[in-house]
Structure formats: C-alpha cells, structure tokens
C-alpha cells in the first residue's frame, strides 16, 4: 500500500530529494503529502515546491515551550493522515512525548554517522577530528533519546581518504541517497517490529 | 627491516595466532620475540609454546600498584628489545607513563568495535544489546586514553545478521585476524607518523 510520508527537514533537503527521485524512478512506493520545515530560508522548501509537493512552515519563535512546537506538528501530521515521518537533516529533537506516542514506530531519522558513536549536530566534523577511518549513517526510529531509537539500517562509509570535514559529509550524503529511499519504500511493503532495541522486518 | 614484535594477551590469543599463522605463511616480516601474558591460564601460553615463543607471565598480584605492574612489563619490552608492542586481547589499561612515552607510536591495540562506539571490555555484547548492524574492529595506538588512542585501521563488520553476542564477536574476529597481521607487517615496511589524532603511513 502507498504509505503517506511526511519529510521533516531545516536544511538543504538533499535526503527529501533522494525520496522525491526515487518516487520519480518508480523504484519508492510512496506519496510525499508534505514538506514540515522549522526554518523558513530552508533550501528544501524549494525542492517542495518544484515537485508540487505542500510546505509547512512551523516556527519555533511562534510557540513558547518547545513541547507545543511539536504538538503543532503533530497537529499537521494527523491532519496529513501520514503513515511515516521522515526526519532528514531536521536540527530539532522531538520532545513532546504525546507526538512520539502517536508516530512510535513510524516516526524515522537518518544521522551521519555509525551510532552511538558521534551523535549530535556535528557528526561529520566530530568524526574528522577524531580521526575515524569509517563513519557511515544510521536510520533508527525515532524516541525520547538523542540520537538513541532502534536502528533499521546502518551503512558503513570508508573515509579514511577524506581530506576534511566536508567530504566526510559528501561521502556519507552519497550512501544516504541511496539508502534512505529504500528504507521508506520498505515501509509500504512491510513491517517492522520493535523488540527492545532489536528492529526486525517482515517484508512481502 | 624485519621488526621484534612483543605481544601482550591475557586470553585465549587467537589474533597473537593470526600474527604467528602470517609470519608463517611468509606474509609479515615479522619476529615474535615474546609473549608477555598477565595471566598465567592464558591459551595464549600454549600457543607460544607451539611455536617456540618465549613466555613471560608477569601477574598483577604481585605488584602493589598498577604502575609498578607496568614498569615490570617495560623492563621486560626493554630487554627484548621490542620494535612494536601488540596489546592482542589484554585486559589491562597500560597507566605508566614511562612506558606510555618509551613506547609512544610503537605500542598498538586492538579493539572489536569502530570506536569511539562500545569502548571497555565488552565491546560485542554492547554491540549486540544496541541494536547496532555494523560493527568493526579498529587498531589503534595506545595512549593514556581508555581505548581512545589516534586511529591507523578501521573495518567494519556486518552484524545484522548475528543472534548472539558471541556470533558478533566471531564475525568481527575473523576480520581482525585479517587487518591485523597485515599492520604488523606494515611497521617493518614503512612508518607511521600521529600528527594530534590523524595517522599517516609512508610505506615504502
């Protein structure tokens, strides 16, 4: 069945794009009902619109508690009917605990790195500086923990070649595009179980 | 130039074989001059024995301080006359300073996981209990960091297949026995330069 996807995103949008191509190809089966940014000058919002795709703008600066920011998008998200949300280069953590409720188990991020190692907002540099010779991205469910859910999917990326930051973070991008699109397409053509922190996967 | 190798194992030494079972095949240049060993029930023992190693147990009970349990082991790296010290499955922290600086650059560890995900002692079942489906083995230079030293080989492992911890420990030992006969070798071959956490090789 199409699964109805809401994609979060603050930034460029570059995994929102991988989805966008990927439904393109025939090879994701799924319907992006929204674009849900925090950030108003997000690049994504862009790619939204090229792709007819509907954008929703929540600002943090209109809502005192950082809880009733994410009640406002959940409020989107049930209003959308969405079946996954999509977390891709979204820079808030989800907090409030009756929106993580409601989208347990169908509420996804990816983070450039292999966790636990390197979590936060800087997992690329912070993998730099530490010298790692692998990184990669982890796609996990989305919980209370930073950086913490059960993880569906991890790729090694090798980057010992890297030279700085930046292409530590290029050569990550390059696997999620390709990895990200699959995970969602997984989504209509199966089901995961949570078990703990195991996450299993009954596919057709 | 053919490099004296000490090893350091407190267990049953199936990487000190992977070193052994390399200089056999003739693909490291290598000679293993001693295994030096903090536990006098070490497999690792009988495997030195096989092969005509020299043992050394030095035990912990015997020194009051940790400290003075590494000078002792120093003193005995001094005598062999050691180019490369390999920590292979030693389940002690290297504290002394003196031996940390003597042996700077010239004293590797191997750890089963890509660090700096699931440092200490047990790193597979960490592994296992995240949730991870990658994991690795990283050596690494030793420092006064707990498995924090700059990084010269990462690998990763899949694990998502894996249904105990023990499965994930045999995967990532069947790499391990791979990269690490092969660093070993690399130290007769080349030199390794640490510029703050980066590891550079000139090879020859």
Do not use: W
């Not at 009917?81 to 409720?101: E, F, N, Q, S, W």
């Not at 919980?143 to 859910?149: I, K, R």
């Amino acid at each position: 069945m199409t699964i109805r996807v809401a994609v979060l995103a603050s930034g460029r949008g570059s995994d929102f794009q991988s989805i966008i191509d990927g439904i393109g190809k025939g090879e994701v089966d799924a319907e992006i009902v929204g674009l849900i940014t925090d950030n108003p000058e997000a690049k994504a919002i862009e790619r939204a619109k090229k792709n007819k795709i509907p954008v929703f703008v929540v600002e943090r600066k209109n809502f005192a508690a950082r809880e009733e920011h994410d009640k406002a998008i959940g409020k989107k998200l049930d209003e959308l009917r969405v079946g996954l949300v999509v977390l891709a280069g979204y820079m808030r953590l989800v907090k409030d605990a009756a929106l993580l409720t409601a989208y347990k188990g169908k509420m996804i991020n990816i983070h450039p790195s292999l966790l636990p190692a390197f979590p936060g907002a800087h997992a690329q540099k912070d993998a730099f500086d530490y010298g790692a010779k692998i990184s990669g991205y982890t796609i996990h469910f989305v919980d209370e923990s930073l950086d913490g859910g059960p993880v569906i999917l991890q790729e090694a990326v090798d980057i010992s070649g890297c030279k700085t930051a930046d292409e530590v973070s290029e050569a990550i991008l390059r696997k999620e595009h390709v990895g990200l699109p699959k995970i969602v397409d997984s989504f209509s053509k199966g089901k995961y179980s949570i078990e703990g922190r195991r996450v299993k996967y009954a596919g057709k």
